[in-house]
């Protein structure tokens, strides 16, 4: 028997993994030759197949209904059912896969067709998502981009009282491994008078955390601080792709809008609250000075609890780094705990005009830059607006990407006493 705090999984490949330890288990819709589209788990190098284990009937009770809604092509049934159904299935397949199960046998002799080498599959969005809202939550990189745009006045009033967000689009959403189009576009040259139409010079990344909605709300009735928790299903990385030159010219006084909106690439697996609980913290002190949030944005155990702390990186790979088979450069190192609102703020926030938030809807964070330098979440940072260069081990320097660089970002939590465990990656390649 088994003696830790931290039980281990008769999937040997599990234990020890830095992304998908039995702590883990996170969401994902994927594919294998063959084979239709359906949901799965990941646990270690493989997928478990929830389709073929809901045919071999594994589950019971709320497990069943979870499991049966997350085997679709999509999780948004899966998102809809809410919290308590997803934990009494995670629960279920913690039992499952534990390396004590009295199920072992029956499940290995299941084999491939239960769990899939993920070598063999190929992800895909997990949600159909109807609606993607970009926030602009982390201080630092507003601190920092605001410091680029108007000098003397980097953070204007409203920030330290409304969770700043604009709506993105949905419909470019697109699974880590697509490649990212460079997009056309207005821009105005330094000293021009006239803008010009041409590729973007001026393309970047944004390192974000996306937040997945459970359940929703009806239009009309906002969804409290208090609650707000129960209605997020998960989290995955997002990548902001941003053309700065286009970003600089049109987002006034709306916002930003074709800077953004041609691409928004995500990692393919949802990683669940219940998985990162052991890695949730306090909401880091506001400076003294700052005001106390609105009331119904405040709720204590929200602040005691409602942070987290999560390990993000940023690493970049050029076409003659790959050719010369070096490993990707690391750009920055950050963490979620950057963000000056909470998640469940954000959600509080965006419903309580009586705006109707729908499982499966998708939040970015802003990009989560940190105060130091070697913590930008953004090449607009890291070079200042293009001052200065980043120099990479082939000698290349870049101020903005270039055709064939690829742009990696990974999460990581990690814990005194606790089983670490990871996001996997949300890569994407720029072409053009
Ligand atoms: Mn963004």
Redesign the pocket.
């Known amino acids: 028997m088994s003696t830790s705090k931290h039980p281990r999984s008769w999937v040997i490949s599990a234990n020890d993994h830095p992304d998908f330890p039995l702590q883990n288990l996170p969401f994902g819709v994927f594919t294998r030759p063959g084979f239709s589209r359906r949901g799965g788990v990941a646990v270690g190098n493989y997928i478990f197949d929830l389709q073929v284990a809901v045919e071999a009937d594994l589950f019971d009770g709320a497990a069943r209904v979870a499991a049966e809604s997350a085997s679709r092509g999509q999780l948004n049934d899966f998102f809809a059912l809410g919290a308590s159904p997803r934990r009494a299935l995670r629960s279920q397949l913690l039992s499952l896969l534990d390396e004590n199960s009295p199920q072992r046998e029956r499940l290995q002799a299941l084999g491939e067709t239960l769990l899939v080498p993920m070598s063999d599959c190929q992800m895909h969005l997990p949600a159909q998502v109807g609606d993607y809202t970009?926030f602009y939550v982390g201080i630092h990189h507003a601190m920092n981009v605001g410091k680029l745009f108007r000098p003397d006045n980097p953070l204007l009033p409203n920030y330290k009282y409304v969770p700043i967000a604009y709506h993105g689009r949905a419909s470019t959403l697109c699974v880590s491994g697509t490649p990212v189009k460079r997009p056309n576009g207005q821009t105005l040259a330094p000293g021009a008078e006239v803008p010009a139409f041409g590729p973007s010079k001026r393309l970047d990344y944004?390192l974000?955390v996306g937040v997945w909605m459970g359940q929703g709300n009806e239009a009309g009735e906002p969804i409290n601080i208090v609650d707000a928790g129960e209605h997020i299903a998960g989290f995955c990385l997002l990548n902001?792709w941003?053309a700065r030159d286009l970003q600089a010219w049109e987002y006034q006084p709306l916002g930003p809008f074709l800077s953004k909106s041609f691409a928004t690439s995500i990692s393919p697996w949802v990683v669940t609250a219940e998985a990162l609980a052991p890695f949730r913290s306090a909401q880091p002190e506001r400076p003294v000075g700052d005001p106390k949030p609105l009331d119904y944005l405040f709720d204590e155990q929200d602040q005691s609890r409602g942070a987290l702390d999560i390990e993000l990186e940023v690493l970049l790979l050029t076409v003659q780094m790959r050719e010369q088979g070096l490993a990707p450069q690391r750009l920055a190192l950050s963490n979620a705990l950057n963000m000056y609102w909470t998640v469940a703020q954000m959600v509080t926030h965006h419903s309580v005009n009586g705006c109707k938030l729908q499982a499966g809807d998708l939040f970015?964070t802003?990009?989560l830059s940190g105060p130091q330098p070697g913590q930008f979440g953004s090449l607009l940072e890291m070079t200042e607006g293009g001052k200065h260069a980043v120099e990479l081990p082939t000698g290349e320097t870049r101020k903005f990407l270039e055709a064939g660089d690829e742009v990696i970002l990974k999460a990581r939590c990690r814990r005194e006493g606790e089983v670490s465990i990871g996001f996997g990656e949300c890569r994407g390649r720029v072409v053009g």
Do not use: K, L, N
Request: hydrophobic fraction near 0%.
């Open positions: 970009d944004e974000e902001d941003s970015g802003g990009t």
